[in-house]
């Protein structure tokens, strides 16, 4: 299924090699502890199906930047019968391992596979930055700040907490929280929240305040794919009206590349394909070229 060839883009071998890439893919197939419905493990090859029909030329750079920058498609990650944190550990080794390696990239996309995955990617980051440095904005329809769930504190429904075991969070679009989460985050200094009605408001306010919290940090970002409204992306496991439109995603984009110190690694999770149904894994697909060229592309003054 992961042929060489069959990469991120359709890129040819030179622009896909781990030497000749700045942007890294890294698929990670995992799907363990979804509540409702079920799919996630289908997302990566979905999203990189789907890549390959995305047009490379990009308007707003005038040239095709995956052919300048070039991203390379790794072996998805083994997913072994592991319990959930056994699964976060293998998860922040091999990201720790590929943001120490030699090659390594400048910017690492990490497919899920199902939220929980996000608490191994941060982990892994913040073993490689100087602490304090990291910080992570996290696209989601959930607060994700349960200490536990069903059991587990790597449960799906716990991966912002277990961010915020590392890094502040600032969270957009926001709709589903529960009583206990919302006692908890208004304790914490540690933790912004934008709830969906702010979050899809024409004025975007808070965009002010992203871009005042990545400043000068390092960000990783997580979108749970169903912060963005069920009328564009349907395959997510609990699809929950009003959320975050493209345009606005793509506003949460350039504020962050923009104004960041960079942005070593960003993840997109909880695709669930539907069968027949092609426009929300091309979104997807979209997602991680526009998220991979806004940070890749920018000014390097800004690099010092
Ligand atoms: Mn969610």
Redesign the pocket.
């Given at each position: 299924m992961f042929q060489p060839a069959w990469n991120f883009l359709g890129l040819p071998g030179d622009k896909a090699s781990p030497e000749g890439a700045r942007g890294w893919l890294l698929p990670v197939p995992y799907e363990s502890t979804t509540s409702y419905g079920a799919g996630t493990r289908e997302g990566p090859a979905a999203i990189i199906a789907a890549s390959r029909q995305v047009e490379l030329y990009d308007r707003d750079s005038g040239c095709e930047p995956a052919m300048r920058y070039g991203v390379h498609t790794m072996n998805p990650l083994a997913i072994l019968q592991k319990s959930p944190d056994a699964m976060v550990r293998l998860i922040e080794e091999a990201v720790r391992g590929i943001l120490c390696g030699n090659p390594k990239p400048e910017v690492l996309a990490v497919l899920g596979g199902e939220?929980t995955i996000s608490a191994g990617v941060a982990r892994g980051i913040a073993r490689v930055l100087p602490k304090g440095s990291l910080v992570c904005v996290q696209i989601?329809?959930?607060a994700?700040l349960r200490d536990e769930y069903e059991g587990s504190p790597f449960s799906?429904a716990c991966?912002a907490r277990r961010i915020l075991d590392v890094c502040p969070v600032f969270q957009i679009g926001i709709r589903?929280i529960s009583e206990g989460e919302e006692s908890f985050r208004k304790k914490r200094r540690d933790v912004k929240t934008v709830f969906a009605e702010e979050a899809t408001s024409p004025r975007g306010a808070f965009l002010k305040d992203l871009a005042k919290f990545v400043n000068g940090k390092n960000v990783f970002l997580t979108v749970?794919l169903?912060?963005l409204d069920p009328s564009i992306m349907p395959s997510?496991g609990?699809p929950e009206p009003g959320g975050v439109t493209w345009e606005r995603m793509l506003d949460v984009i350039r504020v962050v590349s923009g104004n960041a110190e960079g942005v070593p690694v960003f993840d997109v999770v909880?695709l669930a394909p539907i069968p027949g149904l092609r426009a929300p894994d091309f979104l997807a697909a979209r997602l991680v070229y526009k998220i991979f060229t806004s940070v890749l592309m920018r000014p390097q003054a800004k690099k010092g």
């Open positions: 939220h989601d329809a959930h994700d799906h991966a589903n749970d169903d912060g997510v609990t909880e």
